[in-house]
C-alpha cells in the first residue's frame, strides 16, 4: 500500500521557519522524483519544489533562496526547509511522488502552513 505521510506544518510568524516532511512507503522511492506543491484557499495547486531521484531541484521563482527541498533515500523521505516564510506562503503544502519512467503518481493528504503574526 503506498502511502506518503506529512508532518511539520502549522503556525509560523512572518520571517519564521518551518520543516516539512513527508515519509514514503509501499513503493521503491529512489525510482521516483519527489515533490512539493501546494495550494491557497481559491487557488489551483502549483508545484513548490521538486527534487529527483538523482539529487537535481527546481524550485518556483516565489520561494527561490527560501526554501530548500531535499531527500534522504535511506529513510525513504523528502524535506522542504522553508525560511524567510511569507503570509502568502500560507497553503496546505503536499507532498507528491512521480516514478521516472511510468504513470505513477502519488499524493500525500496534505500539511496546513499558516505564516501570520
Known amino acids: 500500500q503506498v502511502r506518503l505521510v506529512e508532518s511539520g506544518g502549522g503556525l509560523a510568524q512572518p520571517g519564521g521557519s518551518l520543516r516539512l516532511s513527508c515519509a514514503a512507503s509501499g513503493f521503491t522511492f529512489s525510482t521516483y522524483h519527489m515533490g512539493w506543491y501546494r495550494q491557497a484557499p481559491g487557488k489551483q495547486r502549483e508545484l513548490v519544489a521538486q527534487?529527483?531521484?538523482?539529487?537535481?531541484?527546481n524550485y518556483a521563482d516565489s520561494v527561490k533562496g527560501r526554501f530548500t527541498i531535499s531527500r534522504d533515500n535511506a529513510k525513504n523521505t523528502v524535506y522542504l526547509q522553508m525560511n524567510s516564510l511569507k503570509p502568502e506562503d500560507t497553503a496546505v503544502y503536499y507532498c507528491n511522488a512521480k516514478h521516472v519512467l511510468y504513470d505513477y503518481n502519488y499524493w500525500g493528504q496534505g500539511t496546513q502552513v499558516t505564516v501570520s503574526s
Open positions: 527534487i529527483t531521484r538523482i539529487g537535481s531541484t
